[in-house]
């Protein structure tokens, strides 16, 4: 089974280079450019999701309170949070599992996903 991904991220470019990556490492991805509409979305239906990854600054929410937030609802999740700025400990204090510094890097970025799901052997 496909391991799902939610991608959260106001700037287009950014978004579509984030999808592009987690398509590449075998995700199926549901994007979004605002924050409060993953939240109606985890609220109302509830989706199983393994990965969320989102940028930190936004302006309806930031990506450390988004995380916070639904992992309230979903303590499981696996959480990336990525940035131009180091907000690595705010992310950190918010439940957030790996910070990544933008530009985002498939090397890294690839790396930090086989962190959180380790390749089967």
Not at 13 to 31: A, P, W, Y
Not at 36 to 55: Q, Y
Not at 61 to 88: F, H, R
């Given at each position: 089974?496909?391991?799902?991904?939610?991608?959260?991220?106001?700037?287009?470019?950014?978004?579509?280079?984030?999808?592009?990556?987690?398509?590449?490492?075998?995700?199926?991805?549901?994007?979004?450019?605002?924050?409060?509409?993953?939240?109606?979305?985890?609220?109302?239906?509830?989706?199983?999701?393994?990965?969320?990854?989102?940028?930190?600054?936004?302006?309806?929410?930031?990506?450390?309170?988004?995380?916070?937030?639904?992992?309230?609802?979903?303590?499981?999740?696996?959480t990336i949070?990525?940035?131009?700025?180091?907000?690595?400990?705010?992310?950190?204090?918010?439940?957030?599992?790996?910070?990544?510094?933008?530009?985002?890097?498939?090397?890294?970025?690839?790396?930090?996903?086989?962190?959180?799901?380790?390749?089967?052997?």
């Amino acid at each position: 089974m496909k391991k799902k991904a939610i991608v959260v991220d106001d700037e287009p470019s950014n978004l579509k280079l984030t999808i592009t990556f987690l398509k590449m490492l075998g995700f199926e991805v549901f994007e979004f450019s605002n924050p409060l509409d993953v939240m109606d979305v985890i609220e109302s239906i509830n989706p199983r999701v393994d990965l969320l990854v989102t940028d930190f600054d936004m302006p309806q929410m930031n990506g450390a309170k988004l995380i916070k937030k639904i992992k309230e609802k979903k303590p499981k999740i696996q959480t990336i949070c990525v940035s131009g700025l180091d907000n690595k400990a705010v992310c950190d204090s918010n439940g957030c599992n790996i910070f990544l510094m933008k530009p985002l890097r498939f090397k890294f970025f690839k790396e930090a996903v086989e962190f959180l799901f380790p390749p089967l052997e």
